[in-house]
DNA sequence: GGCGATTAGTAAGCATGCCTTATTATCTGA
DNA sequence: TCAGATAATAAGGCATGCTTACTAATCGCC
């Protein structure tokens, strides 16, 4: 008896899979020589997905506290990879946008994250990469869905 | 148009998951009253399913430098829930024991754990959980040989 | 019009995780 | 016996993300 309970198996996968991810990409990130965090890659991914937002729908939608993303934008800003504009409607907000410059950087971030992705599942089967594409988003629905106002009460 | 290109989903969706699993294993045990941080736990669920080992030989295991593992041992031990032996056979190596106490810790940890889990797997039917199980599985073995360096070989 | 409540962004500071580089003691093998 | 490897550790650094608290602007409502 190892006290190899199947829990306790599964609870280690998620937490090791949820942190070597970071780490691989993390320094993937860092090799590219692209001077940038994962985090401030995430945020220009999103910037890109969502351009012209106000910076606290960005932050719900990246699941971020607002503090913790306008730590993200503060550096890519003074990199000149975003811009932040007053919303002309609102003179407390403020729409981030893509730079010009970061289109080619972006690319570049795509490149490196679907390495990471492609040593992760290498020897998967297409129908196997496109199910775990699947739960993981059921998962992350999960995730975001079961917490409220985010102290819940 | 909007940008909306696979890699980047699939690439996000990666990071996503690995952020938020991490943030919710992290919240669920602090709100559990353990004091114990999620290093500290993975780190006591290890030594639980490799009783005696060498803290070299934890690391590896865990996926973490020595000298990580020495933080989280330190903690661990002045809390009284491991203890470090001398190797008899090597005066330099210690041999990590759980102790007696952290036996109940440990039971909370997995409580702990498997809640999240089955939050985070809601409306998944059991070979669903299964199926993610395998496919994180094989991920994280292939994420961890493909580490030349440190990861082992 | 004006006052209180809310909201957008930000400042400051903290804990955690994990790393890197270097040090000390010990072991091993030629 | 002595060089080189190895086990644990010391010290320090950086990124993430949080919380609490503050300012400015807007909104709701009378």
Redesign the pocket.
Known sequence: MLTNRPEETFGLLLADGA?LLR?RIDRALEEAGLGL????ARTLAYVALSPAS???ALAAQMN?????L?????RLESRHLVV?EQDPT?????IVRLAPEAQPILERVHGVTRKVQERALQNFRPEEVEMLQALLKRMRANITASEPG??QE
Do not use: H, I
């Open positions: 942190r780490l965090t994962p985090g401030e106000r910076q606290t971020v506290e607002p503090m913790t306008v730590a993200f934008l503060d932040r609102d003179r407390r907000a403020k985010r102290g």
